[in-house]
């Protein structure tokens, strides 16, 4: 049973980064799915949220109109497509998905710097 994100890195402001973060080991078309970050020095914030169905999404208010949450059910993965990113945004990104457990991944770093 796991959770594994991919796809951080460096990136300059205002660029664009996706996110992957695939499952294995349970049944993930049955589990919601979030997306959290922790910047250095901060508490983990929860950045965006997707229903099991992938029919209802929402998103921190700091992220909103700027970072997208989607899923493929079929691929037992997660996206966070993040674009115009700004130096804020550098933190250690998190997902986590919620049933009947909670599994937490071991996240990715990204960091927005020219």
């Known amino acids: 049973v796991q959770l594994v994100e991919s796809g951080g890195g460096l990136v300059q402001p205002g660029g664009s980064l996706r996110l992957s973060c695939a499952a294995s080991?349970?049944?993930?078309?049955?589990?919601?799915m979030y997306w959290y970050r922790q910047a250095p020095g901060k508490e983990r914030e929860l950045v965006a949220f997707i229903t099991s169905a992938g029919d209802s999404t929402n998103y921190a208010d700091s992220v909103k109109g700027r970072f997208t949450i989607s899923r493929d059910n079929a691929k037992n993965t997660v996206y966070l497509q993040m674009n115009s990113l700004k130096p804020e945004d550098t933190a250690v990104y998190y997902c986590r998905g919620v049933a009947t457990t909670t599994i937490w991944g071991r996240g990715t770093q990204v960091t927005v710097s020219s």
């Open positions: 080991g349970f049944t993930f078309s049955s589990y919601a």
